[in-house]
């Protein structure tokens, strides 16, 4: 998956709502016109469900919006203030805010890019809040040579800047933890314990880590038994298909069921958001994937 980075860089640099063609538009009516989506997928509502709008930027966000309503959940993931009037239009959660980071390598663990970082996450922890929206991404940023240890001190020392408006306005900051071994060369938070260290040196309840189920089995594997036993640090989690990246289904290493089943024994309320690049040759079957996916997840 040589092109992930780039692809999920240029979308997170867009923040603005999805553009993709509106011919796509009737396929999709008449797509879940005959598999009747809503009626034979009703969700049991032990999963809050989601989908990653870069991984599905062939529909535009209105186009996404009503596939979501249509399989059966009313959330998105990686939105930006752009894109909201979309989502409130259509009735959908912005589940995962976005538009506050420089870039998925320039991150909080370099000081050269706190004075714009912390401008930019107060900024948006104003527009998170007044929305009425809940989470907000941000990221580590590469190493480039920099010590683990000094980069956990680096982050603190900077997102401390920040946390205080976080608690006031009701808004978690969520840091994404990344596989570098094939996605994300480099990336400083790779592993689950270093970002459960630095949830532990900010100690705040508004403080968490998105929880990639696919980067951190390509990282570190074990991914039950973490969750069990740090819980309390996730506050987001995002899945795909390992190897490759792609849907969840039988043709992969992960039972996402028993994963699911572990998660919401933790009593865990927020988001679960698919985060798989389909591999379909069209719109039908990239759809259709994702009711397939929705479906192993709703334990």
Known sequence: MTNNNSERRKWLKKVAAGAAA????????????ETNEK??????????HSICQW?????????LCMLVKKTGFAAIDLIGPKGWPTLKKNGIDSSMCNGAEISLVKGWNDKQYHSTLIKNYLEHIELVAAAGYKNLICFSGNRNGMDDAVGLKTCVEGLKQIMSLAEKKGVIIQMELFNSKV????YMADKSAWGIELCK????????????????????GDVI???????QYFGHYH????????????????????????IVATGYKGYVAQEYIPTGKDSKEKIAALKKAIKICDV
Not at 22 to 33: D, E, G
Not at 207 to 216: A, E, N, P, T, V
Not at 239 to 262: C, W
Request: charged share 25%.
């Open 22 to 33: 509106t011919a796509i538009f009737p396929s999709i009516l008449s797509f879940t016109a």
């Open 55 to 63: 991984t599905y930027s062939f529909l535009s966000l209105d186009e």
């Open 183 to 186: 996605d994300h060369k480099d």
């Open 225 to 231: 038994r973490t969750i069990k036993d740090n819980h």
């Open 201 to 220: 040196q900010l100690s705040s309840p508004n403080f968490k880590l998105l929880y990639d189920i696919y980067h951190m089995q390509v990282n570190e």
């Open 39 to 48: 009626e034979d997928q009703k969700m049991k509502g032990n999963i809050n």
């Open 239 to 262: 899945t795909a298909g390992v190897p490759g990246r792609h849907e969840i289904d039988e043709s992969q290493e992960l039972y996402y069921p028993a994963i699911m089943k572990a």
